[in-house]
Nanobody
């Protein structure tokens, strides 16, 4: 099992930026996918599920949610088993808990048997 540890969340004002980091450990390397999901406050969206923000595969392919395209950049440092999420032009609706996610191989990925971090809070004030 992969252990994921996130950092970099915080409180920023409208239009601000944050850089989230996630490091994977557990004797693994070359993770098939690493990415970020977010879950909105329950008060705002009762029962909402985690949604994909961005993901990056070990061949360099990136995938972004339409809602963040142009404002978010995902990158990886495969040697360090790390993934980063640069958030720019933040809006109040970006307020959520951001979770790091990783899949060790394609089978795990497509069967949704992935690993999760504990989450880091991002709050954008207006």
């Amino acid at each position: 099992q992969v252990q994921l540890e996130e950092s970099g969340g915080g409180v920023v004002q409208l239009g601000g930026s944050l850089r989230l980091s996630c490091t994977a450990s557990g004797g693994i390397s070359n993770l098939y996918s690493m990415g970020w999901y977010r879950q909105y406050p329950e008060k705002r969206f009762p029962g909402n599920q985690r949604e994909l923000v961005a993901e990056m595969f070990n061949d360099g392919l990136k995938n972004y949610a339409d809602s963040v395209k142009g404002r978010v950049t995902i990158s990886r440092d495969n040697a360090a088993n790390a993934v980063f999420l640069q958030l720019d032009g933040l809006k109040p609706e970006d307020t959520a808990v951001y979770y790091c996610n990783a899949a060790t191989n394609a089978i795990m990925y497509y069967n949704k048997r992935t690993d999760w971090g504990q989450g880091t809070q991002v709050t954008v004030s207006s």
